[in-house]
């Protein structure tokens, strides 16, 4: 690494004299040498950090807090950019581990492995899979960091998994002083219990120890049908007929797929009875799929209308026009490849979780609404929600998944999240509305925020709470309310405070949703960064921009 001077005349010389005179301890500090622009993966947000660093050793990691801290700078750790919202958006410095990545140590008895928080998971299962190992459940993709899945509570679909975090066994973290802690579900537990779901604000989680289960392959199968069907089968057997059930709903057309999976005995597929084959490919995986989907996606924003036909034609070829058996697309694939899902285009998403329970209750209420059901109409139900859908079409499908982290975690085990989105009692059912945004355009008439508004009243009125990384609309008082987290969200606030007075993990963000507007400016903490302001980008989205906190109390 060649001189911070030469290297970082893009950085005010007020911190790049800061970082020179700091660095005579032959530690690089490992600064991009050009200007970084952040783009999140739905290319919604993007920022400019006035300096970008990916790190590849813990001293460096501990310089750059230290040196955050002389400088008065915020940090941001980002992982591979996938959290929708503007969460990992900054002005200051941000931090990028994907050069500290490594696995340090695999057992194949245990499946205890110890990695470097930057790995993707990808590149874990890669890793995994070598020592025949595998992540014990993943969510629809496998391009996040580690450390990102686990901050935001990422999660998969089953009954028998809570949050893919549920597999973390103790994490190391740096905190705002520069020193690297261990917690576990016995150690600093308190520390621990926030680490697992940190948004950022905690620390850089630089070590995560992490129990991997057997390698296993899933025959998995899905078919089209009615979504009476799904309901009438809801309590009884649409949740607990596999290990993995994950269900996408089709409002116009009152259809749902239901994608089952269960683990193919290795004895049946060492001895070749069972063999592992890909399905035939879909639809949308070809590529003039794709591209007549993006495309009529497009020609809806200003034909709205044919919202419903484009539902039912392009999901008509991805899965079948008729319903039930004759729709069935069947597969045997190794876990890390079946559990993948093709998310195609830039989209906004909003997920919330409720118990399970409430879950034929809240498709039927927003399908009456969205259909504008009137008493007497096949279907109806009174959806009670106090917002207009008159002109409104919305994109499918619903995603519609859950988990039971009561079954694995819990605050007695001292391993369940402070800020844990899902029921403590029982299983929780997160409904994803996605909305579309052909070629990074927003759909037209505002109708991701008349969407988002209703689904949002409706979550709530059904004991929701949204999915962190995602879009919402949420009042930080709901947040801090007792309904929401009880005394969890002050614990977390805790911990938050103990380990980081300044404030160096706090952004706009944080402030916002997590820590709530000071009641003077003078209380603003120290190294926080303020006053985010969004600017429509040439490429669409928006481009964010923060500054330093000057008012130093
Ligand atoms: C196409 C797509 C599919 C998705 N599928 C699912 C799904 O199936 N289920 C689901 O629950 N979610 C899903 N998500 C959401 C996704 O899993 C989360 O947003 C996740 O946080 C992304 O990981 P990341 O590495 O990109 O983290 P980022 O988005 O980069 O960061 C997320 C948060 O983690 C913090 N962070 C990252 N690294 C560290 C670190 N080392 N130390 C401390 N904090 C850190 C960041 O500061 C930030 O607050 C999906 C998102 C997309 C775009
Ligand atoms: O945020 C998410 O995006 C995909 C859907 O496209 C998914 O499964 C999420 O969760």
Redesign the pocket.
Known sequence: MASPTEDLSHIPLETRSIITTESSDGIPFPASPIPHTHRTWARTFSSRPEVYLQPSTLPQITKITNLARRCRRRLVVVGSG?S?SNLTCTSSWMVNLDKYSRVLSIDPTTGICVLQSGIRLWQLSEALNKEGLALPSM???NEQSIAGAISTG??GSSLKHGLISEGVESLKIVLANGEEVFCSPTERSDLFRAALLSLGAIGIVTEVTFRAVKAFSLAWEQSIDSDSKLFAEWESKLWKQSEFVRVWWFPYMRRAVVWKADKVDENDLDTGVVKNYDPPTSFQDSKIGYFVYHNLLALARWFPRITPWVEWFVFGLQYGFGNGETTTTRAVQPSYKAFL?N??YS?F?N?WAIPLAKGPEALQRLAAWLHRLQPGDEGYVEHKIPFSAEGLWVHSPV?V?VSDTTVKTSGERGNRPWLDITPEDGPAL?L?A?MYRPYHKDPSYNATERYYEAFEWLMRDLGGKP?W??TFAVTPDEFASKQWYGENFHQFRKVRDEVDPLGMFVGPWQRKFLLGEPAEEKDRLALEEVGFEQKPAKEGGYVVTGHQNVVVA
Do not use: D, F
């Open positions: 996938h929708p969510g629809s993709i990422t999660h899902l998310c195609l989209q998403v997920e995603e998944r997160y994803n996605t999915h990384a995602k």
